[in-house]
């Protein structure tokens, strides 16, 4: 029996001998530390490469997806007509217009509302301005102003003194009124103002004397007044109207030109400027005034009086012969005629001779020429002017 077990013993000793190697047995620790590194090693790299391989399968399919995706709505929906694609657009289009106008309706309605409250509370009201919108503000930055040409030669009448004639201080010029020799003693206080009049001043040199002037003066009604001393001595205040150049009546001009239409507009400015510092209205030409005042225009060379020789006005006697019987008695009339001659144009001769009618009226006259033209009751208005044989012939045909 002992013999036997020994034996076993031996024979076990001898298997485990050839199964494990001395050189291994000895290190047996790093052996599994290198086997477990190699095993985690293996791990990562099929790790990696599967997860690129799931990622290239994805796209893939996703790709697919889309493109039997594609397929499908191009087998089901037909093609859109480019019609129906503007009709779909422009509904849209109305949809977002109209609710941004629904919008824009109840914010200004809560500023309506708001506004009404605050003016409940003050008393005086403000008008309101509506906003313009953005589209016209833009047009009208786009479009450029239209400046209005203005005509340097056009008539102003708050510029009256720089259409009549330059005179200077002492020079001499020659003394002739066109409204029966208007000298005052004093200088006038009012346009009116005739209380100073010398009506009866002694002159030693003829109906046309010479005088020197002395000084001159502008006052608050735009008229311009001269002292001038004549040659025996006395001084008096004269107008603009009342001096000409030496020897003046020897220059007189025959005018080929007939047409004097700017003229007649240049002096109903003047008369309506007149009648505006006056507060009263502005006159109109008239159609039938204007023919009566251009007949009237020829009758002056023989005589400037208001009757004929048998005792009628002569605006009657034309007004019937025209056929305007509603006209009869139912004018005023102003006409003058002033010398024309070189140096003085028609349109200063015009303005020069409003001037006597309007503030040297106060002799024979009595202020008749310039009650006519603030005849409050008068709205229209016939003028005609001609220049014929040296002399400017004016007539005014005032009616209601």
Excluded: C
Aim: glycine fraction near 4%; aromatic fraction near 8%.
């Amino acid at each position: 029996m002992k013999k036997m077990i020994t034996i076993l013993v031996l024979a076990i000793l001898t298997v485990s001998l050839v199964e494990f190697p001395a050189s291994e047995f000895n290190q047996p620790v790093t052996v599994q530390a290198n086997q477990k590194k190699r095993v985690t090693h293996k791990k990562k790299t099929s790790t990696k490469h599967r997860q690129k391989q799931v990622r290239k399968k994805s796209t893939t399919h996703r790709k697919k997806v889309k493109s039997t995706r594609k397929a499908k709505a191009k087998k089901a929906k037909p093609k859109r007509t480019v019609k129906k694609t503007r009709a779909k657009q422009k509904q849209r289009h109305a949809k977002k217009t109209f609710k941004k106008k629904a919008v824009k309706k109840k914010r200004h309605s809560k500023k309506k509302a708001t506004k009404r409250k605050t003016t409940k509370k003050k008393s005086t009201k403000k008008k309101r301005t509506k906003k313009k919108s953005t589209k016209t503000k833009r047009k009208q930055k786009q479009q450029p102003k239209k400046t209005q040409s203005v005509d340097p030669n056009a008539f102003n009448p708050a510029k009256l003194m720089s259409y009549l004639p330059v005179l200077k201080n002492g020079h001499s010029y020659q003394y002739n009124s066109d409204n029966n020799r208007y000298v005052l003693k004093n200088f006038p206080t009012k346009d009116t103002d005739d209380s100073s009049l010398i009506s009866n001043i002694t002159i030693t040199d003829g109906s046309n004397p010479y005088v020197k002037l002395l000084k001159q003066r502008d006052v608050s009604w735009g008229v311009r007044y001269y002292l001038v001393r004549f040659q025996n001595g006395e001084q008096g205040w004269v107008q603009n109207q009342d001096l000409h150049p030496l020897n003046y009546l020897a220059h007189t001009i025959n005018r080929k030109h007939h047409n004097y239409k700017s003229v007649e507009q240049d002096a109903l400015d003047y008369i309506n400027y007149l009648r505006s510092k006056h507060h009263l209205g502005k006159l109109k030409f008239d159609y039938r005034l204007n023919q009566i005042a251009a007949a009237r225009v020829p009758q002056l060379p023989a005589s400037a009086d208001h009757f004929n020789a048998s005792g009628v006005r002569y605006r009657n006697v034309i007004a019937s012969n025209l056929g305007y019987q509603d006209l009869v008695n139912n004018t005023g009339e102003n006409v003058a005629k002033t010398p024309d001659y070189a140096g003085r144009s028609v349109k200063q001769g015009v303005l020069q001779n409003l001037n006597a009618m309007m503030f040297e009226d106060g002799g024979d006259s009595k202020w008749g020429h310039r009650d006519n033209i603030l005849d409050a009751s008068d709205t229209k208005i016939g003028i005609g002017i001609n220049s014929k044989n040296g002399m400017i012939l004016i007539a005014y045909i005032f009616g209601s």
